[in-house]
């Protein structure tokens, strides 16, 4: 018999005679007053053996959410293929400047550096390593529309954040008076968000991170790969292989205010292609 039982069954003794007592006077009141206080200390000896308990309950890892399990494994079974675009900035006047497609398999398909009619930022080229010198004789974005579109063509589009991919593609195709790619697809950030039960801000090197599939580069080809990783795992029910250290990271003022704002807050997560 553990400690804790034996205090129970003291417990429950004590409690079934001051429950059972049935006359009064002086005596019988501090006999009473006795086994109550045995009863507040019982409780307080197995609130003390459960604490520790109710904490190591409070942190174990919530389980990932199956109905997300259930998309990866769908998407998965389908032709699908995993595209990143670089750009010289976040501006809605930014010009495409690297693309790079995934397939299924895990093989590169496309490929391709372009020349913008503009400067990259500062920002852009620390975000995906590219720097003018690398664009200097790169082919136009006229030049390799078709090939970007064959390399899409028949597949099921993984993108971190369709919406920014699609505005810039429309963009793109008004600016040079290109016929539009249309490519069906899904948001690998959306889906993350709610497979980890609305965890928000969750880049995609985060995500990567936390399934076993650091990001080599910063380069276009190792994050199409990293976002075919992050779906795969999620296919697989992975959340996080890191060191239990590592896991122990504190939720931000802002991740907890989306928190319990709740679906609506999920609004605008896809503006973000990183």
Known sequence: MTKIDETL??????????????????????????????IVAALAAIDAELTPIRKAINVLPTLPDEGEIAWAQAVLAMRVCSLKIDTTGLTPDDEIVRVAVVNGQEQVTLDLLVKPTRRLSAGASVANGLTDTDLANAPALSEVWEALRDALSGSYVLVFSPDFDEKLLNAEAKRHALAPIVFLGDSIQHHATYYYNREYFLTLEDLCQRMGHPLMSRNAVDRARGQLAVVQEMAEGVTDVRPRAAKQEAISPASSILHEAGDAALGDIDEHPF
Do not use: F, P, T
């Open 9 to 38: 069954e003291k417990l429950r003794g004590v409690l079934s005679i001051e429950r059972e007592r049935s006359s009064n006077g002086l005596a019988e009141i501090a006999a009473s007053k006795l086994r109550r206080a045995a």
